[in-house]
């Protein structure tokens, strides 16, 4: 079974400028989550997907932060504009709906300089 | 909203030792308790978990215990080795549900040899 793929693995922009990130969840898994992990911390949910609906997008910064997940499948995260703050880890997760479990993606660093 | 405090952030033991390590949490309703590995640059990887029917579980050198009215949860490792250096992320699933989860800031496990 093949797992998250997420690209690009790393990614260096300056502040102000925009960027995508792109997650494939695991076949057949209906939830996606994407979160965000700051360097000596644990990750934290920016936003949940059920099929291509969203579930809970409370604590994605909606001002300059969106995710979209068209058709149900892969998702896209994007930053627009970037702060130095911004600086972290994104990972992209996925949970079949029969299950509790996440799996987690290889996750993509972003560097704002 | 639900509050996850893990410690230690860092704990080192000799090879062949046990290690443990801690999580309280603030959400009584939260049914599922999962423990995440993270190695240097890669993806958190599920390595055990607990839901709230189930005081312990076990598998093979790795056992997570579960004391739902103190709300909080713990990972013991036996016998570790050097392979088990890495960082540790306890989580919460939170608004009574298990998809939705809160993690802990880590703990950095050395395992001398």
């Known amino acids: 079974e093949a797992g998250v793929a997420q690209s690009p693995r790393y990614k260096i922009i300056e502040k102000r400028q925009s960027v995508a990130f792109w997650c494939n969840p695991i076949?057949?898994?209906?939830?996606l989550y994407w979160y965000q992990q700051i360097l000596g911390q644990g990750p934290k949910l920016l936003i949940q997907?059920?099929?291509?609906?969203?579930?809970?997008d409370s604590q994605l910064p909606k001002d300059r932060f969106s995710a979209e997940r068209l058709k149900g499948v892969d998702s896209t995260l994007k930053i627009q504009p970037a702060k130095l703050e911004d600086s972290a880890v994104y990972l992209c997760?996925?949970?079949?709906?029969?299950?509790?479990?996440?799996?987690f993606g290889p996750g993509t660093r972003l560097t704002v300089t | 909203g639900e509050n996850v405090e893990q410690h230690p952030s860092t704990l080192s033991v000799q090879e062949g030792d046990s290690a443990v390590i801690k999580c309280t949490y603030s959400?009584?309703?939260?049914?599922?308790f999962p423990w995440y590995k993270q190695e240097l640059g890669k993806r958190p990887q599920l390595i055990i978990d607990?839901?709230?029917?189930?005081g312990e579980k076990k598998d093979q050198r790795i056992a997570v215990t579960l004391n739902k009215t103190a709300k909080h949860f713990s990972l013991h490792i036996t016998e570790t080795q050097p392979e088990d250096s890495a960082v540790y992320f306890c989580?919460?699933?939170?608004?009574?549900?298990?998809?939705?989860?809160?993690f802990g800031k880590g703990t950095k496990l050395t395992v001398n040899p």
């Open positions: 989580a919460a699933s939170i608004q009574g549900g298990s998809e939705k989860l809160v």
């Open positions: 997907f059920q099929n291509n609906g969203v579930v809970d």
């Open positions: 997760a996925s949970s079949s709906t029969s299950g509790n479990e996440q799996y």
């Open positions: 607990i839901r709230s029917n189930v």
């Open positions: 959400d009584s309703a939260s049914n599922y």
């Open positions: 076949s057949g898994h209906a939830t």
